[in-house]
């Protein structure tokens, strides 16, 4: 688990792979939205992730002068885990900004809402 | 989410968080052997979930120069996020020491570890 944690366990990561996962987020300038990254900190994430095998970077076909960042299959198997810290947080934080439907439902129906989640995202991330 | 991370999104909280569900670890000369984890980011961390209502501290009945960590209620729903780490590791680290049939059970019946777990630790951590 430790070894794990040395490529994912972080805020800045988790919340990149939240991107992902919630807002479809897929280039350099979106995830600079994320409060208070530094583009030094996401530029070292992204690369870690592209180096542990979690992430692809390619150029963008629909603008060349850009990066699109895709999930992997080994990428995909974090989703259980993003979706758990998500649930969690829309539970026990105070004034927090989950989906209350979202987290609802996924504590009814957890592997129908992993499922469909997976299989969006092999589609949009053109995963094999 | 971003607010669940600011509680334990780091690798030590994760590893304590390792070591109450796996190891039953509940003292802090058990949590010093963490790997390379100073006693004082130990001693953050676990401020930092008793602060936040993950952990509870208590002078240990059978040895009252001791304390006992224990997870609240709010705690045990971190568990399946813990797990789904440890999951993953188990796949997708190489010479990890994860355990392979906790992790091929885990797979097949995740519900049911899951509760086998939860009401486990309800017990030992005497959480109502």
Not at 27 to 32: D, I, M, Q
Not at 47 to 52: E, F, G
Request: charged fraction near 25%; hydrophobic fraction near 40%.
């Amino acid at each position: 688990m430790s070894l794990a944690l040395e490529i994912f366990g972080d805020k800045w990561t988790l919340l990149i792979l939240r991107d992902f996962i919630f807002f479809e987020n897929r280039h350099f300038n979106e995830f600079v939205t994320i409060e208070n990254i530094s583009t030094n900190i996401l530029t070292d994430r992204l690369n870690r992730l592209i180096k542990n095998g979690i992430l692809r970077k390619e150029i963008d076909n629909n603008n060349s002068s850009s990066f699109l960042y895709s999930l992997t299959k080994k990428g995909l198997h974090l989703i259980p885990i993003v979706l758990e810290i998500y649930h969690w947080g829309a539970n026990f934080t105070k004034d927090n900004n989950a989906e209350p439907d979202f987290s609802n439902r996924f504590e009814k129906e957890k592997r129908d809402v992993l499922q469909e989640i997976i299989e969006k995202l092999k589609t949009t991330h053109n995963i094999v």
